[in-house]
Structure formats: structure tokens, C-alpha cells
């Protein structure tokens, strides 16, 4: 629900400026700029998920790391990589 309330204000918000104007149906619009969020959420969980992998590893190896600085510069960089914009 959070993401279609967020949806909804950004479109409300348009509208309101006359920013765009729709030229199909609003609701099948509405519909998939919520999709493309969630499947943008699921990149990044995806993503999260890879990077403690590879934390993990790297704590074994070489134990001491200060985890959440290696898991941030890691993830910035599997984002890049994979052309995710955090």
C-alpha cells in the first residue's frame, strides 16, 4: 500500500501542476509505475542479499572487517555493476 499511496501523490502532484497528461488509462499507468517499483524493490533486496554473501566470505577470510562499511561499498558497487540506481 505504501507504494500506491507514493504513486498516487507523485501522479496527484502532476496532475495538479499539469505536468503530464495521460494519454492511456490512468489506471493501467498507475499499475505498472507500481510494478516497475516493486521489481526495482526486489533488485535491491537481490542485491542485498548478494552483498552480505560476499561480507561473509570476507569476514572468514579475514576476520576483524568493520562490516557495515565493506557491506556498503559493496553493494554500491554490485549496483553499479548491475546498473540499479540506489
Known amino acids: 500500500q ?8 507523485i501522479f496527484d502532484l502532476w496532475k495538479e ?6 494519454k492511456e488509462d490512468e489506471r493501467t499507468i498507475f499499475e505498472r509505475a507500481c ?3 516493486r521489481q526495482e524493490f526486489d533488485k535491491e533486496k537481490q542485491i542485498d542479499a548478494e552483498a552480505n554473501r560476499m561480507v ?3 569476514e572468514r577470510q579475514q576476520p576483524g ?3 557495515h ?3 556498503v561499498g ?3 558497487r554490485l549496483a553499479k555493476d548491475k546498473g540499479v540506481v540506489l
Open 65 to 67: 572487517l568493520e562490516r
Open 69 to 71: 562499511k565493506l557491506f
Open 74 to 76: 559493496i553493494k554500491k
Open 35 to 37: 510494478l516497475l517499483i
Open 2 to 9: 505504501q507504494i500506491e499511496r507514493m504513486v498516487k501523490g
Open 17 to 22: 501542476k499539469k505536468v503530464v497528461t495521460f
Open 56 to 58: 561473509e566470505e570476507l
